[in-house]
């Protein structure tokens, strides 16, 4: 093997004893997942009034990710969303979702 | 003492059912785990955080696609390495309009020393000279020390395809190892 990949395997393996990173904030997953079910509410609220429901049309078609995208933005602008997390971060998180299916 | 994949089914099963904080038994137990993934994909604090939380929020909004064919940690880290690839693939994007001295997302502490911290920064500088597919799989086999076989089931792809980018990789590797910053950096970091 080259000599520089086995530096960089020495390197790892010094890499691997570096200690744990602080410990994680729980709650603070827990509240972004809270936020989510919020976000679920929103959606029935929103199909009520008619201010999303195109959107949401597409979504429940599985279609254009387009839509989708218009609906994390108006979930993200929405003042219950941003109680509990980023406008950015709610439509990112979305976003997620999509790509995932 | 239930073992933690019987203990994951149950929180998956039980946060399906309606039981919104059983998901945080998942958190607890894959917590840490899933951050020092993470850590791999940014070293920045706030944005390590951020990606953490990403990875959860994916995961339990996509858990009723969980189809338990294997241990529900293997679910999980599968997410969390798309969701740091994706990380880097948006960064990649992104990159033209990042004005140049904005750098403090990724960039590693040039104050490190000679010890594990200075060796992961170190690490991290180097392989992201590399294009987020070839970077991914470098980490995987360097830093989570993943064989081919256990990247291409990670990742989804085939073993040929995980050769090849090695392959890739580790030949941009080697040429960027005679040249300096990274000589020398690295000579100091094992000398």
């Known amino acids: 093997m080259d000599a520089f990949l086995k530096k960089i395997e020495r390197l790892a393996a010094m890499a691997s004893t570096e200690p744990a990173p602080a410990a994680l904030d729980v709650d603070g997953v827990m509240a972004k997942i809270r936020g989510i079910d919020i976000a679920g509410g929103l959606e029935a609220d929103a199909e009520?009034?008619?201010?999303l429901s195109l959107p949401l049309r597409f979504w429940a078609g599985g279609a254009a990710a387009a839509a989708v995208v218009a609906l994390a933005v108006s979930l993200a602008a929405s003042a219950a969303w941003t109680e509990l997390t980023s406008p950015m971060a709610a439509a990112e998180s979305l976003f997620n979702v999509l790509e995932a299916l | 003492m239930l073992d933690t994949d019987k203990q994951d089914r149950d929180d998956v099963a039980g946060t399906?059912?309606?039981d919104r904080e059983a998901f945080s038994g998942i958190i607890t137990r894959h917590g840490e785990a899933v951050q020092k993934q993470m850590r791999n994909f940014t070293r920045d604090p706030v944005r390590l955080e951020e990606l953490v939380q990403d990875v959860f929020v994916e995961a339990y909004t996509c858990l009723a696609k969980f189809?338990?064919?294997s241990p529900f940690s293997h679910w999980l880290y599968r997410i969390a390495t798309f969701t740091g690839r994706q990380f880097w693939k948006k960064r990649e994007r992104d990159k033209n309009s990042v004005p140049l001295h904005d750098n403090t997302e990724e960039a590693g502490e040039e104050?490190?020393?000679?010890?594990?911290k200075g060796a992961a920064e170190l690490l991290f500088d180097l392989l992201r000279t590399l294009p987020p597919d070839d970077r991914t799989v470098m980490t995987l086999m360097y830093l989570e020390n993943l064989d081919q076989a256990e990247i291409a089931r990670r990742m989804g792809w085939t073993r040929v395809m995980v050769a090849v980018r090695l392959h890739r990789a580790k030949q941009r590797l080697k040429k960027l190892?005679?040249?300096e910053p990274w000589k020398g950096r690295v000579e100091w970091m094992l000398s």
């Open chain 2, 177 to 179: 190892g005679g040249q």
């Open chain 2, 16 to 18: 399906l059912a309606g």
């Open chain 2, 67 to 69: 189809r338990g064919d």
């Open chain 1, 48 to 51: 009520d009034d008619g201010v």
């Open chain 2, 111 to 116: 104050t490190a020393g000679r010890d594990a």
